[in-house]
């Protein structure tokens, strides 16, 4: 039995809310599933001036100086985050092996072009670490989507023998995982519904806690409708989105309907429930039967995105990882800690039924600690 790799993910998402690790003792015997042993998560919101500046290079013209300064920033502020978490559990900071850090997204073009901010060498430098980052290129430079990537985890991790899943991450952006019972990595489908929290979040800044404020709206049917009749949603995957899709001008386009910001937020979370569904119904469905759905991410937290889905879902059970002894909060930066540990060990991560890839590759960048 290998020794374990202790391994810092990090994972700051499209919502822009704040940054999430999670620190694992990860044990991967030679051609058998990794064990993972959570030791410590803590998550760290970012300032209302630093989402305000990292939105303003997110989709839209900005100067290269602002795009720049925030790639050495970031790194600074991951750095913080896992030595305070450290701290905190009282691990030594030395006793990490590796880091695996996603970065902040500020563009994605699923197939074409993607970037995520934070040097890895300042990372590596200033934690002593060896730190893997940009785990999205080699994918797309294998003709695929570059998204989503965790779904190798839910593959190791999720599937069952006899019960056949979706896993559903309610992140920013809401994506799918078909997991047949007993699957391989060949039968494993993943792909962006549409979004999550984001169009949410955007609506009521920094987010409509326990949805108090879209609970007290009513869905507007006629709007629902305009929104669901973009082609995206019956798109086949391998499929990914962004704000590229769903930021400022998406918002426009709900302001435009008048509607109070109640009634926006609740048409709003109906549309998300819908896609998640939609995806479900014509994506899944007619190639596997779904047992249950299990859910991770800020989403969980929303009471009425969770009503409207499990509404939507009818018998199919939802359940959370939770449930599973998986955070739901802390799920992504536990999965990139695994992407970060595959590296070490040579194994290809992308799942090219997922994201179209021509070919399995080994996903990410090493910056060594100096």
């Not at 997922?354 to 996903?363: D, E, H, K, Y």
Request: hydrophobic share 40%.
């Amino acid at each position: 039995m290998p020794q374990p790799l202790r391994v810092a993910g990090i994972m700051s998402g499209t919502s822009l809310d704040g940054i999430d690790v999670a620190i694992a003792d990860i044990t991967w015997p030679k051609g058998k599933k990794p064990k993972i042993e959570l030791l410590a998560t803590s998550t760290s919101p970012y300032s209302k001036k630093l989402r305000s500046r990292l939105l303003a290079v997110s989709n839209t013209d900005c100067h290269t100086r602002d795009v720049a300064r925030l790639h050495y920033e970031l790194p600074e502020l991951y750095a913080q985050a896992v030595e305070a978490t450290c701290l905190v559990a009282n691990l030594p900071l030395d006793s990490l092996h590796l880091v695996g850090c996603h970065g902040q997204t500020v563009y994605h073009e699923g197939a074409t072009a993607t970037l995520q901010l934070g040097e890895p060498s300042i990372l590596a430098a200033r934690l002593g670490t060896n730190v893997v980052a940009n785990f999205r290129a080699a994918d797309i430079a294998a003709g695929g989507q570059g998204a989503p990537l965790v779904p190798f985890f839910d593959w190791l991790l999720l599937t069952h023998p006899k019960r056949h899943r979706v896993a559903l991450n309610l992140g920013g952006i809401a994506n799918l995982h078909l997991l047949p019972a007993n699957a391989s990595a060949g039968q494993v489908l993943a792909f962006d519904s549409g979004p999550g929290n984001m169009v949410l979040d955007q609506l009521a800044p920094p987010f409509d806690k326990n949805a108090r404020r879209a609970s007290r709206g009513t869905p507007n049917q006629k709007l629902l409708n305009q929104l669901l009749r973009d082609p995206y949603y019956l798109a086949p995957p391998p499929k990914s989105c962004g704000r590229e899709q769903f930021g400022e001008a998406f918002l426009a386009k709900l302001r435009k309907s008048n509607l109070s910001t109640e009634d926006l937020l609740a048409t709003a979370t109906l549309f998300t429930a819908a896609t998640v569904v939609i995806g479900i119904q014509h994506h899944i469905v007619p190639r596997n039967p779904v047992d249950e759905v299990i859910a991770s991410g800020g989403g969980i937290h929303n009471p009425l995105l969770m009503r409207f889905l499990q509404e939507l879902l009818g018998p199919i059970p939802l359940l959370t990882t939770e449930s599973l002894g998986i955070p739901t909060d802390h799920k992504e930066a536990l999965a990139f800690a695994l992407l970060a540990a595959a590296h070490h060990y040579g194994i290809p991560a992308n799942l090219p039924a997922s994201t179209g890839a021509q070919r399995p590759v080994l996903l990410g960048q090493l910056a060594p600690a100096p």
